[in-house]
Nanobody, 124 residues
Framework: QVQLVESGGGLVQAGGSLRLSCAAS????????GAWFRQAPGKEREFVAG????????YYADAVKGRFAISRDNAKTMVYLQMNSLKPEDTAVYYC?????????????????WGQGTQVTVSS
């Protein structure tokens, strides 16, 4: 089993930056992909960024390309989301997720482990 805990959310002005962290514990060696999703009020959960657990290949949603960067630490126990040039439309609860079945996916159902979420609010 893998447990994920997000941190780093908060309130920031438009144009500012935040760094989200996802701490993984448990049998992380069976995790092949890490990802960040977000969900705004009244909207479906959407993919933000993903990273292969081994190798570090990344993929981003078009809405965040050039502004967000996903990364992992060398021990493969932490996943980060550096968010720059934040916009009000980035406001959402951000969730980290891990998959034991795929190396990279934008589909929520491909992910087996989810954190509880951290609120990111970007003021205009």
């Amino acid at each position: 089993q893998v447990q994920l805990v997000e941190s780093g959310g908060g309130l920031v002005q438009a144009g500012g930056s935040l760094r989200l962290s996802c701490a993984a514990s448990g049998r992380t060696f069976r995790t092949y992909a890490g990802a960040w999703f977000r969900q705004a009020p009244g909207k479906e959960r959407e993919f933000v960024a993903g990273i292969r657990w081994s190798g570090g290949s990344t993929y981003y949603a078009d809405a965040v390309k050039g502004r967000f960067a996903i990364s992992r630490d060398n021990a493969k126990t932490m996943v980060y989301l550096q968010m720059n040039s934040l916009k009000p439309e980035d406001t959402a609860v951000y969730y980290c997720a891990g998959s034991t079945r795929v190396v990279l996916s934008t589909t929520p159902t491909h992910y087996d482990y989810w954190g509880q979420g951290t609120q990111v609010t970007v003021s205009s």
